[in-house]
């Protein structure tokens, strides 16, 4: 046998663990004729009789119940973690499976909910209205402004006196929620100060209907109004 092997097989032999056989003669042998394995085994020897020396303690009298109880405890525990475990796991296939069904119906309810937000929104006058869509007859929740009735007073002065015939004055008129022009603003045509003057009276004794938004009056309607005279040169 090798050293290693003869060693390993010390502490057995000052126990008597190893019975008197070929292994047993072998490790006499061995230890008589290295001398490196036979210090080994006078230092097991000597360590061996200080231990025995030592006063041996007794262990507490509810050592066995404490180790019992302990053993219970940690079972109980392991099961528990199991069984949480498994809920777990159980609670997770059964949300997966009834979530990833619903997930584009979800977002679709999510889009349509938006919308009707939107519309509450803008009924209850919370936020700036929509811009009224000219022709929105099929629905009638967006409306434009338009004129109800126009001043009567004639616009003089579209003519600059070069050339003869009908000439044709563009204003821009922005409706406020109370029906009336609110400003102006001259899109083609002359502009002047005469001009200007009787478009302030035309829009002054004038009255349009404002912009609906969803049946609710807004301000900021357009209404384009055009003025023409008509001169004749003979």
């Not at 003669?25 to 006078?42: I, P, T």
């Not at 200080?50 to 392991?78: C, F, G, K, N, T």
């Not at 609670?91 to 979800?106: F, G, Q, S, Y």
Request: glycine residues 8%; aromatic residues 6%; proline residues 6%.
């Amino acid at each position: 046998m090798t050293c290693a092997r003869i060693r390993a097989l010390l502490p057995g032999y000052l126990d008597g663990s190893i019975p008197k056989s070929a292994q047993h003669a072998q490790v006499v042998r061995h230890a008589v004729e290295c001398q490196n394995c036979r210090e080994e085994l006078e230092r097991y020897r000597k360590l061996s009789y200080l231990m025995s020396r030592i006063d041996r303690v007794s262990p507490p009298p509810d050592l066995a119940i404490r180790i019992h109880v302990a053993v219970a405890q940690a079972r109980e525990e392991a099961g528990f973690a199991n069984q949480t475990r498994k809920w777990r796991n159980r609670a997770e296939l059964v949300l997966k499976n009834i979530l990833e069904p619903l997930a584009l119906p979800v977002t679709g309810g999510v889009v349509v909910a938006l919308v009707v937000f939107s519309v509450v929104i803008q009924v209850l006058g919370v936020t700036v209205p929509l811009r009224a869509i000219a022709g929105d007859s099929p629905t009638n929740l967006l409306q434009p402004a338009s004129v109800e009735s126009l001043a009567p007073f004639p616009v003089t002065g579209l003519n600059d006196g070069s050339t003869g015939g009908a000439h044709l004055l563009l204003v821009d008129a922005i409706v406020g929620t109370d029906g009336k022009a609110a400003s102006y603003q001259i899109l083609a045509g002359p502009n002047n100060e005469s001009v200007r003057r009787q478009l302030d009276q035309v829009m002054l004794f004038s009255r349009f209907r404002p912009e609906l938004s969803f049946g609710r009056p807004t301000s900021g309607g357009h209404v384009i109004l055009s003025f023409s005279e008509i001169r004749v040169r003979g």
